[in-house]
């Protein structure tokens, strides 16, 4: 047993309202640069929605992420494809797939000499200066649930039968969800893999995957191979970058920008005790057990056997204790109700989600609104959202999961509304708690956590023990504006 | 002007020569210690996607290959000699390397134009970009036009131009085959030894960090404090 810490994250879209608040927040802190305006290392998107970049999920038109055929192999690349073709790379997405960054020209508006209309600001990209047509952007099919040019591409409806469309997209009956992306910080990551410089790299420590700015060439297989799409090319430096999750500030017991904005607080996170020596099986298991596999290889921060091992080798009692106390571990691998999305890629991503519930279709039968049913979960089948399309998303294709953590979330529900509003009957509710494979401590955590959820209790942040790190002896805190940590160079372009 | 011309031929093929050798290890190994940074392809396929594959992969194929062939007639000369005394095997040699020299001046024509067509990319072009590019095209450019006008240069090549630049390699530099060549050889020769002088000034810095450690490292990399 090889036991690291990873950290790992929660998202609970019941609770996501879609605000980008932590987008802002991102972006104002890292992604202000020349080079960086497109890069969006948290954003958030309406689903069902092509996303961003558009249609990211789609492999068929990315080639990101594993694949297997017997033996685990990025899609992109790989020893023999890199040489041949590293002078031009045919799987990397160009700035029309995402959008080109602009700004207005406002001096316009005080400058524009008098007539009979109102002056303008005219867009101008951030790319050449000149005035643009705007044609997308990062955020472009917010809120457009029933749309044709976006809601109607989304890879996920793949396998949804007519019927189930038509619910997803009829008119005052369609329906979308928010779902806020950040880097996974993926245990089997194909950044990493696939960077033939090697500059990509996961910090042993605590999991986070970053890209060395010194020894990035610009060969652009990350940005090629990650199937979700979060490593972006800087167009100025020539240098790959990506979520940091904001190291800086977890490495002194800070949440990161994205978390700490959440309006929602539907953002949680910790740490995960793994064993490192069985992240290739995991990774090569069958699509079916691929959800299993990923959550066997999370370690139970009580066993002793696990404590003795982390101590071992050499993890510090205090990010164990972190372990213990970890709201992700409660999510992931106690209740159960977390899931991580698009396993199917194969790189055991550690940011988890907790499926959301969405309204009952009505109208069901002749007209009459009629929602009553034996099955105490009816309204869980007869989610606006299909079933089928969340399993897409978060369930490798298969519902079983889903349905499980979907109707634990109803079960806490129907329980706390017995207690708390008394509308509905106990012994009602303790039944769909059974049915729903949940105790009543259970229920009261899961309810604690997605309602009252205390920062403390949302952000177990283990201390980095900085006598440890040698890179910390530099300056940290770089400065505004920078690229990097531990250099102080300023990002200019090479020649 | 004759005095001019007398003191020409030593200074670009006995001493520019040093200057550039030095000036290349000197200050790409500076610049890789204090500017790693900077060391970068600096792809702008992001930018400009569809003309990027047209330009980029006959160029570095193009141009790789008859680098190649240039480091070979410098290594093995007696070999390439013995290769061409053969006329059939002669004249493959020759319309191979043609045809390589063709690919690698199409495709920097092709980047060129891409480079001053697109407005994007204009915009991540540097003055050194302009310069390096220009002066790539004099010596593709001359080099197709040696191939085609003073032929059998495979031949004359290892048997006259290798003893030249290993005679550099030496320090005892003897002029006596590139005073004799023609103007296009000297100006090839030149531009080569500009290309080298300049090399730590530009993008060309490149070739030296060539990833070559991924083909056997394990795909997954994780580094620790300790």
């Keep these: 047993m090889d036991v690291r810490s990873q950290i790992s994250m929660v998202f609970h879209l019941d609770k996501c309202l879609g605000c980008h608040t932590c987008s802002i927040a991102c972006k104002n802190l890292w992604t202000d640069r020349k080079g960086t305006e497109y890069m969006w290392w948290n954003n958030v998107e309406t689903k069902p929605g092509t996303g961003y970049p558009t249609c990211w999920e789609d492999q068929q038109k990315y080639q990101g992420g594993w694949e297997k055929n017997g033996k685990l192999k990025l899609r992109s690349t790989g020893k023999a494809k890199i040489v041949a073709n590293i002078f031009h790379n045919p799987h990397m997405p160009s700035m029309d797939d995402y959008y080109e960054p602009w700004t207005y020209d406002y001096q316009n508006l005080f400058n524009a000499p008098e007539g009979p209309d109102q002056p303008i600001a005219r867009p101008v990209s951030k790319v050449t200066g000149e005035y643009i047509e705007i044609e997308s952007g990062p955020n472009w099919d917010d809120d457009l649930g029933g749309s044709p040019l976006y809601a109607r591409n989304d890879p996920n409806l793949e396998g949804l039968s007519e019927a189930e469309r038509q619910q997803l997209f009829a008119i005052e009956r369609l329906v979308f969800f928010y779902f806020p992306r950040i880097c996974n910080h993926c245990l089997n990551p194909a950044c990493v893999a696939a960077c033939p410089s090697g500059a990509l790299y996961k910090r042993g420590e605590d999991g986070i995957v970053l890209v060395d700015q010194k020894r990035c060439r610009a060969w652009r297989a990350c940005v090629a191979a990650c199937p979700y799409k979060k490593v972006f090319y800087n167009w100025f430096t020539g240098k790959s970058e990506k979520c940091i999750l904001c190291f800086p500030r977890v490495e002194t017991g800070q949440a990161p920008a994205c978390f700490h904005s959440c309006v929602g607080r539907i953002r949680y996170l910790g740490v995960l005790l793994y064993d490192a020596e069985r992240i290739e099986e995991a990774a090569n298991a069958a699509g079916n057990e691929l959800i299993d596999a990923q959550r066997s290889l999370i370690l139970d921060p009580f066993d002793p056997e696990v404590i003795r091992a982390a101590e071992r080798k050499g993890l510090p009692e205090s990010t164990i204790e972190a372990a213990q106390k970890s709201p992700v571990y409660q999510f992931v691998k106690v209740w159960k109700i977390a899931l991580p999305p698009h396993l199917e890629f194969r790189t055991l991503p550690m940011l988890f989600y907790v499926p959301p519930m969405s309204p009952v279709l009505a109208n069901r039968q002749n007209d009459v609104l009629d929602h009553a049913s034996t099955d105490l979960f009816h309204d869980i089948e007869e989610a606006r959202v299909p079933m089928k399309f969340l399993g897409n998303l978060l369930g490798v294709g298969n519902e079983t999961k889903l349905r499980y953590a979907l109707r634990k979330q109803k079960a806490v529900r129907w329980y706390r509304r017995a207690i708390t509003v008394g509308d509905v009957d106990l012994q009602t509710a303790q039944k769909m708690l059974r049915e729903a494979d949940c105790t009543a401590e259970e229920a009261e955590g899961i309810f604690r956590m997605t309602a009252l959820c205390p920062a403390e209790e949302r952000f177990v942040i283990p201390p980095s023990h900085r006598e440890q790190a040698a890179e910390m002896f530099g300056d940290v805190m770089d400065r505004k504006q920078g690229t990097g940590f531990g250099f102080l160079s300023a990002p200019r372009r090479g020649l | ?226």
């Design chain 2, 1 to 226: 002007m004759t005095t001019i011309l007398q003191y020409l031929d030593p200074l670009l093929f006995a001493v520019l020569p040093y200057v550039a050798l030095f000036t290349f290890f000197l200050m790409t190994i500076q610049r890789y210690r204090a500017a790693t940074f900077t060391y970068s392809s600096l792809s702008s396929q992001f930018l400009e996607n569809r003309r990027h594959f047209w330009g980029m992969v006959p160029f570095h194929y193009g141009i790789l290959l008859v680098l190649t062939g240039h480091v070979l007639g410098l290594l093995i000369p007696d070999r390439i000699l013995a290769w061409n005394s053969h006329p059939l095997r002669l004249y493959t040699l020759e319309i191979t390397g043609l045809a390589l020299g063709l690919l690698a001046l199409v495709g920097l024509v092709s980047l060129l134009l891409r480079r001053i067509g697109t407005s994007n990319v204009r915009v991540v072009t540097s003055p050194a970009d302009w310069i390096l590019h220009a002066l790539l095209l004099l010596q593709v450019g001359s080099g197709v036009y040696l191939a085609v006008f003073h032929p059998w240069g495979s031949s004359w090549y290892a048997a006259a131009a290798a003893p030249y630049l290993w005679s550099i390699v030496k320090l005892q530099p003897q002029l006596g085959f590139i005073s004799a060549a023609p103007l296009a050889v000297k100006l090839h020769v030149t531009g080569a030894f500009l290309l080298v002088a300049l090399f730590p000034f530009t993008r060309l810095v490149h070739i030296l960090v060539v990833p070559n450690p991924y083909l056997w490292r394990k795909p997954q990399v994780v580094r620790w404090y300790r």
